[in-house]
C-alpha cells in the first residue's frame, strides 16, 4: 500500500505535490484536526481499545456493553442539569438546588425519630409515655391473685407500695387525733355517664375545704418534662452545639387554678377509710372503757344501797 492510501481510505484527501508552498500551513492544521478527532474521526469503523482512551466497540449499543454502562431505554434522557450544593449550618447540612434551600440531609438519629413517629400508637415493650388514654375492653378479671395499681406522682402506673422500705417518717397515730374525718356523703351522676346512674359518694372539693380532710384529697398534676439533648460535631470530631432528639417525664408537679391553688382532682379511698375504720374502733374501745366505768360505779353504789 502506497503512502497517503491510508488517508484516502479513512476520507482524508491527498495532498498534491504541486501544492503552493503558501499553503502548506492549511493542511498541517488539518492534519492536527485529523489527529484530535481520532480514529473515530479519519477512519470510520476502528475500534479503540478502552485501554488506549477509546470505547472498545463500533457501535453505541456495543460500547455502552463494553464500559458496563446502562443500555439507553433504561435511562431517562436529560435536556440540563441542576446546581447542586452542600454545605453546614453549624447544625445540619443543608441542601441548595439552583440557588433555593430544598432541605437538610437527615441523622441516622432523625431515622430513629421518624420509626417513633410511625409507632406512635404502639407501647414499647420497654418502657412508654402515653400522651391518650389506654383502654382495655378485653381486660379479664384478676381470679390469680392481683395487688391494686396506683398512678405514681410522675404518671407512671405503679403498684402499692406498703412497705417501709419506700417510706420516711414512720409514725404512730392516735387516730382520735385526725379529727372529724367523716364527710358529707352526696349523690350525683357522672357527666359523661349516657345512663345518667346515679351514684353517692364523696366530693373531692368538700374534703379540701376541711383541714381535717384535706390530707385525703389527691391534686391534679402535671408532667414535667425534660430534652433529651444530643451532640452535635464537626468534621474534626469536637462538639460544636447540641439538638433536642427526645423528651421524657422527669417528674410532676401540682396544677394550679388562676387562683394560684391546686385543683383537687380524687380522694385517697383507701387511706380515708383506713383512717375511719381505725377512729371507730379507738371510739368502740373508749366507749367499751367508759361503759366498764360506769359498770363499776353502779356496782359500787348498789354495794352501798
Partial sequence: MAIGDDGVLGGMPLVPGSLPAKDLDTEDNRSHDYIAG???????GVVVPIAKGGTGAATPADARAALGAAPSDKVTKRSGFNDITLYWNGVRVNVNVDGFEVGTIPYSTDIG?????????????????????????????????????????????????????????????????????????????MNDDPGRMERVGYIAERLDESDDLRRFVI?????????????????????VGQRVVDRRVVGSTRSRDENGDPIP?????????????????????????????????????????
Fill in 265 to 305: 382532682d380524687s380522694i385517697d379511698f383507701i387511706a380515708l377509710l383506713l383512717a375511719e375504720v381505725a377512729q371507730l374502733h379507738a371510739r368502740d374501745e373508749q366507749r367499751e372503757m367508759e361503759l366498764e366505768q360506769l359498770a363499776a360505779r353502779i356496782e359500787a353504789l348498789e354495794a352501798r344501797a
Fill in 38 to 44: 481520532g480514529p473515530a474521526f479519519w477512519k470510520p
Fill in 219 to 239: 391534686y391534679q398534676r402535671e408532667p414535667v418534662y425534660e430534652d433529651v439533648l444530643t451532640d452535635i460535631f464537626d468534621e474534626a470530631g469536637a462538639v
Fill in 113 to 189: 425519630s421518624a420509626v417513633a413517629a410511625a409507632m406512635a400508637g404502639y407501647v414499647a415493650k420497654s418502657g412508654d409515655t402515653m400522651t391518650g388514654h389506654l383502654y382495655l375492653p378485653n381486660s379479664v378479671a384478676a381470679s390469680t391473685g392481683y395487688t391494686i395499681a396506683y398512678i405514681n406522682g410522675d404518671g407512671r402506673l405503679s403498684r402499692g407500695a406498703s412497705s417501709e422500705r419506700y417510706k420516711d417518717d414512720i409514725t404512730p397515730i392516735d387516730p382520735i387525733d385526725l379529727g372529724d374525718i367523716f364527710p358529707q356523703l352526696h349523690t350525683f351522676v
